[in-house]
């Protein structure tokens, strides 16, 4: 088998896929100790890949001031390559078509098997040259597309953009992320109609992670599931995030497995800050891992990015409310053997 066709049929199966947070001192310098204990957490949880420099790493690890694009990619694959089993390798690439090949081709030199392709810096490119773009992408590294929602940086793709991209031979999935039904629909009906059976469909919707699974998409008298999921929500709760993902794994939409998707999108508008614009996004990913003793605290790079007013009280209550859908004790057992 292939490489390539070995990678499709991983991404098939259906594997939970954390986005990797970044690790700050308090200097909010590279915590490379907890930098691995993170990594370590996702492998021991049961992650069947990690994401790395991706919107839940900050895109701002690519700026010259700070130099940890490729500190950070090495650190995740060197954890993914101790790994008892195959995991998939994703790194993010960001920016304009010659910044995003050169991040392609560190990807590959580092050994990651595909690319996360965020056209946010293209906000104003015309469809061809978003297609052309993603086609020189291809070239270096299979790709997954990225349908980013506009309120953290994306832009709105059309279904039409999605059909041209599904034609791209060398993308081996898509990561659903606009956070909107309809856009959503938009990329599965592209897909379906396609005829790329071959493309594997991820959720990164996390506020409608359950939703996702449990909906038979039908178009064109052709029906697709999405399988994974790549989710910034699965970097907290990785382990109950893999049973959550077997017990829906083409499942029926029951009231039980209904009523858990409420309680999974309360938590993820808590942790994401949906009060205020996914201001606090990120840190609040951070205050979760913090207090699991994972994180020394939730520094980000921009330092003006912290949790917002009322946010930590409404991360206090949904983790109060739903301890069946977190980490604490499985993190608690193995928390100072990751941090070695």
Same mark, same amino acid.
């Given at each position: ?30 915590? /490379? ?29 690519? /700026?010259?001031?700070?130099?940890? #694009? +490729? ?55 015309? +469809? ?59 990329? #599965? ?11 594997? #469909? ?100 921009? +330092? ?37």
């Amino acid at each position: 088998m292939s490489p390539i066709s070995d990678l499709r049929q991983r991404l098939h199966s259906g594997l939970v896929i954390p986005a990797h947070p970044l690790a700050l001192t308090g200097e909010r310098r590279l915590d /490379e100790r907890r930098q691995r204990a993170l990594s370590r957490y996702y492998i021991a949880a049961g992650a069947g890949g990690l994401a790395v420099g991706v919107h839940t790493t900050q895109f701002a690890i690519r /700026e010259a001031r700070h130099g940890l #694009l +490729e500190p950070v990619l090495a650190l995740a694959a060197e954890e993914m390559r101790r790994a008892d089993r195959p995991l998939v390798r994703i790194g993010g690439i960001c920016g304009e078509t010659a910044q995003a090949v050169r991040e392609a081709a560190l990807l590959s030199r580092l050994g990651y098997e595909a690319g996360l392709l965020s056209l946010g810096a293209m906000r104003d490119a015309t +469809e061809d040259a978003l297609i052309d773009h993603c086609r020189a992408v291809a070239e270096v590294i299979p790709v997954v597309g990225f349908y980013l929602q506009p309120a953290v940086g994306g832009r709105v793709l059309p279904c039409q953009f999605w059909r041209r991209f599904a034609e791209i031979g060398n993308v081996v999935a898509v990561k659903i992320a606009p956070f909107n039904r309809y856009q959503t629909q938009d990329v #599965l009906r592209a897909v379906i109609e396609s005829g790329r059976d071959d493309i594997a #469909l991820y959720t990164g919707n996390d506020d409608s992670i359950v939703t996702d699974f449990l909906t038979p998409f039908r178009f064109a008298g052709r029906e697709r599931r999405i399988t994974g999921g790549l989710l910034g929500h699965w970097s907290v709760g990785t382990r109950r995030a893999v049973e959550l993902l077997e017990r829906c794994r083409n499942a029926d939409a029951k009231p039980e497995l209904m009523r858990l998707g409420v309680e999974v999108t309360d938590c993820n508008a808590a942790f994401f800050d949906a009060a205020n614009g996914f201001r606090g996004c990120i840190a609040g990913l951070h205050e979760v891992l913090r207090r699991q003793g994972l994180l020394e605290g939730i520094w980000c790079l921009d +330092e003006h990015e912290t949790l917002s007013p009322g946010q930590r009280e409404e991360i206090d209550r949904v983790l109060a409310a739903y301890p069946h859908l977190h980490d604490d004790d499985f993190v608690a057992r193995h928390r100072d053997v990751w941090l070695r």
